[in-house]
C-alpha cells in the first residue's frame, strides 16, 4: 500500500525573480539543476543562476537522450 509523502524544504536563501506571482518564489528557492514547469507566463525566462527552467515535454526527451546514451 502505498501512502502520501512530503518533503519539507527549508531553501538557504530566498529570490524574488517573479514578478507576475511573488509566492512563484518559492518554487525557484527549492530548485536546483532544474525547474520544470509549463509555467512560462511566470517563469518566460529559460535559466536562474544555475537552475535550468525546462518544460516537462523537453525534461523528459532530455532524460529520454540520457538513457539513451548510457
Do not use: W
Not at 9 to 18: E, G, I, L, Y
Not at 36 to 55: S, V
Request: net charge neutral; aromatic share 8%; glycine share 4%.
Amino acid at each position: 500500500m502505498m501512502g502520501k509523502q512530503a518533503l519539507t524544504v527549508k531553501p538557504r536563501v530566498s529570490v524574488n525573480a517573479v514578478a507576475l506571482d511573488p509566492a512563484d518564489n518559492k518554487f525557484l528557492e527549492c530548485a536546483l539543476d532544474y525547474l520544470i514547469t509549463g509555467n512560462t507566463r511566470h517563469f518566460p525566462f529559460n535559466k536562474f543562476q544555475e537552475t535550468q527552467i525546462i518544460n516537462p515535454r523537453d525534461f523528459i526527451d532530455l532524460l529520454g537522450e540520457a538513457i539513451t546514451q548510457r
